[in-house]
């Protein structure tokens, strides 16, 4: 049988997880200079955790885990499988299923938070770098397995959170060397458009259409508003604000006069100009940002900010992280007015836009600084305690272990393996204690101690 894995998941060589590992490390940095602690949950959890919290469609691309043993058992007789099956197939599921894969970190989160709040410090900020798996259609961009690098600070209504983490996602692009735009929006704004368009109890089916405007365009957002029981007199109010252009304050003050009559809107546009007005006074803030009334995001816990950044080079169009404001996801476990935000950077699109982009670092396509060859058993034997005086400087090192290979099968592995340096070492060199270090970009190639090849590699970023 021919070996292959699941469509929307990858394999990644080591020359991959080299970069892969540079995102990550660098996400990381950022994250704990902004105070951020790192936890980690299981890969699964219980069903009944995660359904219900993504809205319908989310739902659907939960990837559930069959049951451990025979879980047909649990079916008495036909009958009893009959009247299961009536339930439909969230009756069924539950007969066969208890667990699922999850589905994003945050929903977990929220569950942590609330098993373990006697044993935190609040407000807690606490950062996570893990898969999530979403049973979704693979595209371009769009993956079945894939990381999500999240921070999120629980217990605190204070909107610094909201203006911290904004400069977090400029020094992280930054460090990246992304040039990316920032979108900014808040979940009020929309509860608010909702409320003077007459359609209050329809926030729903209005986000999860305009959250689609990029994608279908405004005649697309309009019929699926229709096609869900929006009125036609409503969808004509919101066009207004759907074609809007302008600059941020020129936003903030259309939607000012827009959302009058409505206090929960009022409201989120007093958040959104706090939260611009924190960013002004951030030095060296080198992200565009915008106001985008039309940003929603899907997820139904966001209940103020939203964010949704997004690369301004090169062909990949879809967000590369996100995040929000929500009241009280831990409302749902048992722990009510605990309100946090947070974001979430996706690390397979950054992967992406680096790779197209050709922004990657040189230092990071070879994890090994330096090789060691040599010309017989003898001097192998002697390079042994000088490899571990490179080591102990802290520099990636390795020997090439067959003793017996030809120098140029040897050179031949620094070649493919993009390793920079190579020291070699024949018998003149046991002889004379200098070894001969060969830049393998340049060719050049000199005499040098061990104590000046160290020295050397340790300068050579």
Not at 137 to 151: I, S
Not at 175 to 185: E, H, Q
Not at 413 to 418: H, I, L, M, V
Not at 421 to 435: A, H, M, P, R, T
Request: with cysteine.
């Amino acid at each position: 049988m021919k070996p292959s894995i699941p469509k929307g998941t990858r394999d990644f060589s080591p020359q991959e997880m080299v970069k892969r590992n540079y995102i990550f490390d660098t996400i990381k940095r950022v994250f704990q200079r902004y105070g951020y602690l790192p936890i980690e949950t299981p890969a699964m959890e219980n069903l009944s955790t995660l359904m219900g919290k993504y809205g319908e469609e989310g739902d659907r691309l939960i990837f559930k885990i069959l049951n451990n043993g025979n879980y047909f058992s649990n079916f008495k007789n036909d009958e009893h499988l009959s009247e299961v099956k009536n339930q439909g197939e969230k009756g069924f599921t539950q007969y066969i299923s208890e667990k699922a894969l999850r589905y994003d970190l945050t929903v977990p989160f929220a569950r942590y938070v609330v098993q373990h709040q006697n044993e935190i410090t609040f407000p807690f900020k606490r950062y996570q770098i893990q898969p999530v798996w979403r049973a979704d259609r693979p595209q371009k961009g769009r993956y079945r397995e894939f990381y999500q690098c999240d921070a999120d600070v629980i217990g605190s209504n204070s909107l610094i959170n909201e203006v911290e983490l904004v400069q977090l996602i400029d020094d992280v692009f930054t460090k990246l060397n992304v040039p990316v735009l920032i979108k900014i929006n808040n979940r009020k704004i929309l509860s608010g458009i909702a409320e003077v368009i007459g359609e209050k109890e329809k926030i729903t089916t209005i986000t999860v259409a305009i959250d689609k405007l990029d994608k279908i365009g405004v005649d697309g957002v309009n019929k699926e508003l229709q096609e869900n029981g929006v009125s036609v007199v409503a969808i004509e109010k919101l066009q207004p604000l759907i074609r809007f252009q302008g600059s941020t304050s020129e936003k903030l003050n259309f939607l000012k006069k827009l959302l009058t009559t409505s206090e929960i809107g009022l409201n989120g546009v007093e958040e959104a100009e706090c939260i611009f007005k924190g960013l002004a006074q951030i030095p060296d803030f080198k992200s565009q940002i915008e106001l985008d009334i039309t940003l929603a995001r899907g997820l139904n816990y966001y209940t103020g900010a939203i964010f949704e950044v997004k690369a301004t080079n090169g062909t990949l169009t879809s967000s590369i992280c996100g995040g929000g404001r929500y009241d009280d996801l831990t409302g749902i476990f048992g722990l009510p007015n605990m309100s946090g935000v947070g974001i979430s950077f996706g690390a397979d699109r950054i992967y992406d836009v680096l790779n197209e982009l050709n922004l990657f670092p040189e230092s990071v396509s070879a994890s090994t600084k330096v090789l060691f060859v040599t010309f017989g058993e003898t001097e192998q034997n002697y390079c042994i305690p000088l490899l571990a005086r490179v080591r102990k400087a802290e520099i990636n090192s390795e020997i090439y272990p067959d003793a017996t290979a030809k120098m140029k099968k040897q050179m031949s592995y620094a070649d493919d393996k993009k390793i920079p340096f190579v020291v070699i070492v024949g018998g003149d060199e046991v002889q004379n204690g200098l070894l001969t270090l060969k830049n393998m970009a340049s060719g050049s190639q000199d005499k040098k101690t061990i104590e000046d090849i160290i020295e050397i590699l340790k300068n050579n970023h």
